[in-house]
């Protein structure tokens, strides 16, 4: 049996930023851009995912100990 690797947040974004390169080229054809799309959009989830555990573990361990509890502030674009 093999165990497959779980990516990490680094490997997963500088995957998704070689995508957004490939499209940006423009000159990939059809289905290819269709398969490097769905794979960024799974990647842009997963990281996404994982930001957010971090978020709420650092939240977590924020309030267990007393202090202010941590929040992130989002700006108005303006």
Request: hydrophobic letters at 30%.
């Amino acid at each position: 049996m093999t165990e497959e690797k779980k990516q990490t947040f680094e490997e997963a974004m500088e995957e998704l930023e070689t995508i957004v390169q490939h499209l940006e080229e423009g000159e990939v054809p059809l289905e290819k851009a269709l398969q490097y799309y769905q794979k960024g959009i799974e990647l842009s989830k997963f990281c996404h995912d994982t930001l957010k555990s971090a978020e709420d573990k650092l939240t977590k361990l924020i309030t267990d100990d007393g202090e202010e509890e941590f929040s992130l502030v989002e700006e108005d674009a303006k």
